[in-house]
């Protein structure tokens, strides 16, 4: 069992940045590849991100391509979701979530991935 607890988000302006966290324990977070998906009000749960197991590859939601990196530091059971020139749409509940495998999928179906935090509310909004 893989608990997954996410944090960083809170209400920022468009063009602004935030970074978000998703923290788990050390000496596992190596085993698995580990999406960002968001959820908008009235909208279904989309994938934002992936990256493999040793952070060197990922795929992004093509909209938010140039905008986010995602990065991850397994020694101290990280990983991140850099966020910057926010925009009205991107405004979501984010949560991170690990899937059994080194690799991320072609597709970022929620049931390709096993374990979910609680996400983090990210508010973009002037």
């Known amino acids: 069992q893989l608990q997954l607890v996410e944090s960083g988000g809170g209400l920022v302006q468009p063009g602004g940045s935030l970074r978000l966290s998703c923290e788990a324990p050390?000496?596992?977070?190596?085993?698995?590849?580990i999406g960002w998906f968001r959820q908008a009000p009235g909208k279904e749960r989309e994938g934002v991100s992936c990256i493999n197991n040793n952070g060197r590859s990922a795929n992004y939601l093509g909209s938010v391509k140039g905008r986010f990196t995602i990065s991850r530091d397994n020694a101290k059971g990280t990983v991140y979701l850099q966020m910057d020139n926010l925009k009205p749409e991107d405004t979501g509940i984010y949560y991170c979530?690990?899937?059994?495998?080194?690799?991320?999928?072609?597709?970022?179906?929620?049931?390709?991935?096993?374990?979910w935090g609680q996400g983090t509310q990210v508010n973009v909004s002037s």
């Open positions: 979530a690990a899937r059994s495998s080194y690799f991320c999928a072609t597709t970022m179906s929620l049931d390709r991935y096993d374990y």
């Open positions: 050390a000496f596992t977070l190596g085993l698995y590849a």
